[in-house]
């Protein structure tokens, strides 16, 4: 009877996600066609994409030995795709077998596979867990990163660094450039050497900005990871660092790490321009079930193409669903206005809808200063 339940949920569920998926296919048609010579661009952000012991489990199809992380992202995607750029922390290290979760990092190539799949273009490998495999595990994530898709914030060795960094983006003639450092990593900098990770270092981040404008960049983007974890509120370094990025320059400042949302702040300048800062996106995809760690925001920013000014920042709250499923786990990530208004066809159980409305209620309230994507 369970699993009647349970296949007509996967059904129920799934023919809803083909339902949403198929507008935003066609919503991303016409706005491309009429985009054509479109003079703005928009980019989304996602937080922190994590991949703990029980969702390895969870994707793990013992019969192949494969992991299958597709139903994850299956309900979410078309909210990634249907943006110009879709941006994420990667917090993780691709270093081959085992598979591990927390503390120290490994995951399937699959997990990257599928979030590309699902319309992430560029990954943020900044962050404390970079280095949990050493050099080796650096070296084998950039190198399959490099095979697949586009990375920023970490690198084999200096050299790599120089010529890679910052990253240039270009998308409809605008001339982007992202930032990634981050406030350490798990092991010291010795077990890691030479390959290098961006910290947060003031000087150099100047000079990278220095180095972006004399690359073109009319438009330049820092992505940082900071904060105090499972705090609500961004602390007095990140809103000091936040200051200091806007007098070098930087226009746009998204945050990751605290594995909660924080708030979100627009910096005005004496010119009457003005910076976004989305401290902290949460968790975009994790196993961490504690009220306002289970679930993130995606950020969306337009930006004016002809005058790099930005036109708007709006944010979707997401919600991970952890439903078990024949046995184990699995996760879904709720793109939350949409789970109300089709509740009943999603049909979560009353324990994971008052979770959700938990965290959509705490994620609204603090985040009052902004819109919700639509
Ligand atoms: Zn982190």
Known sequence: MRKLTLILLFTAVTSILLGVTNKHI??????????ADSDKITIVFAGDLMVHQLQLDAAHNKKTNSYDFNPCFSIIKPYIQSADLAIANLETTFS????????????????????IKSG?????????HIADKGSEGIKQTVKLLSAKTTFVGSYIDKQQRDSLYPLIVEKKGLKMALLNCTYGTENPKESYQPCVVNL???????QDVITARKRGAKFVIMTIHWGDEYTLAANEEQKMLARYFTHIGINLIIGSHPHTVQDFEIISLPDSSKVPVFYSLGNFISNQRKENSNGGILAYVTINTKNNRILNCSYLPTYVHREYLQGKYQYYILPIPEYLKHKTTYNIGATADSLLHIFYRNTTSKLSNISIHN
């Open 120 to 128: 992430f273009d560029i990954f943020q490998i900044a962050n404390n």
């Open 200 to 206: 947060i270092d003031t000087v150099q981040i100047h």
């Open 26 to 35: 066609d919503n991303k048609i016409v706005s491309k066609y009429e985009d």
């Open 96 to 115: 081959g077998k085992p598979y591990t979760g927390y503390p120290y990092f490994s995951s399937p190539e699959t997990f990257l596979e599928t979030t």
